[in-house]
């Protein structure tokens, strides 16, 4: 509780987090080990997925703040302007996080009067990010999922297809929502969900980073329970795996490495239509 208040101060309209007595919130034994890959599949000639994954623990005492980064972007947009534009959107998020969030606390400047809420800093870095792949990258364009974790919440900003889900020994649920054609039209009601897997303009977004305009990012606080896991993905790997496949090969596997291992290994093994990037992150008690 005390690291907790030094870095995040007393709870209040400024509070970065809820109340640390709060469900979910209540970090002291427990660690966050995660595995990572990233393929470029059986079809592509070349891989423009990214990901970028930082893990830290803050502590005092006996407490310990995890306090991690975790970011997948899928490219698009042929020749080299998909990879540049997935590549420059993780470097520049998580350049912006790193100096908004991690070194503030690092030269202890935690209780800044100016300080902004995490959610609204994940959003500014997405959206300077759009507006620099717009210009750098002009015709491609990239997803963009990225989950920054503080003790058990992840606070997640969410723009296109690719995916988080929460990830527990029964269950796996996807925590962001689609921003493309046939899951709208899903939305609608205008076809099912399975007719949108074979739908031929399945992978048409309506939102994306590097287009012109105001860019909207989803925003997300998910609590991490103990035991369960945090599952980043491409659509290259979601799209090829079912959910309940992917529930099965996460819970067999005695690590999160070699569970991303087995599912690009499955993805692949299903086709390999797409570039396949995973990051999952358990927590364990």
């Given at each position: 509780m005390r690291l907790f208040q030094?870095?995040?101060?007393?709870?209040?309209?400024?509070?970065?987090?809820?109340?640390?007595?709060?469900e979910g919130n209540e970090s002291k034994g427990h660690t966050l080990v995660v595995g990572a890959l990233t393929d470029k599949g059986c079809v592509r000639e070349r891989n423009e997925d990214a990901l970028f994954t930082?893990?830290?623990?803050?502590?005092?005492?006996?407490?310990?703040?995890?306090?991690?980064?975790?970011?997948?972007?899928?490219g698009m947009g042929g020749y080299e302007g998909g990879?540049?534009?997935?590549?420059?959107?993780?470097?520049l998020v998580a350049n912006w996080i790193l100096s908004k969030?991690?070194?503030?606390?690092?030269?202890?400047?935690?209780?800044?009067?100016?300080?902004?809420?995490?959610?609204?800093?994940?959003t500014e870095g997405t959206v300077i990010a759009n507006g620099k792949v717009f210009e750098a990258c002009p015709g491609a364009g990239t997803t963009l999922t990225c989950a920054f974790v503080l003790g058990t919440n992840a606070f997640l900003a969410h723009v296109g297809d690719s995916r988080a889900y929460l990830v527990s020994r029964n269950t796996i649920r996807q925590i962001t929502t689609d921003h493309s054609l046939v899951n709208r039209l899903v939305e609608l009601g205008q076809i099912t969900p399975e007719e949108a897997k074979i739908h031929?303009?399945?992978?048409?977004?309506?939102?994306?980073l590097?287009?012109?305009?105001?860019?909207?990012v989803d925003t997300h606080l998910q609590s991490l329970p103990l035991n369960s896991s945090l599952l980043?993905?491409?659509?290259?790997?979601?799209?090829?795996?079912?959910?309940?496949?992917?529930?099965?090969?996460?819970?067999?596997?005695?690590?999160?490495?070699?569970?991303?291992?087995?599912?690009?290994?499955?993805?692949?093994?299903?086709?390999?239509?797409?570039?396949?990037?995973?990051?999952l992150v358990q927590v364990r008690g």
């Open positions: 030094k870095l995040f101060g007393k709870r209040g309209s400024s509070s970065l987090l809820p109340s640390p007595t709060e930082l893990s830290t623990v803050f502590s005092q005492d006996e407490e310990m703040l995890p306090m991690s980064l975790y970011i997948v972007a899928d990879q540049q534009a997935s590549a420059l959107t993780v470097r969030l991690y070194l503030p606390y690092l030269l202890d400047e935690g209780h800044s009067a100016d300080r902004r809420p995490i959610n609204q800093v994940l031929p303009q399945r992978n048409i977004l309506y939102r994306a590097g287009r012109a305009g105001n860019l909207e980043l993905c491409s659509d290259g790997l979601w799209g090829m795996i079912p959910e309940a496949e992917m529930l099965k090969i996460i819970n067999a596997a005695p690590s999160p490495q070699v569970a991303c291992n087995r599912l690009v290994a499955q993805a692949k093994e299903n086709g390999g239509e797409d570039n396949i990037t995973a990051i």
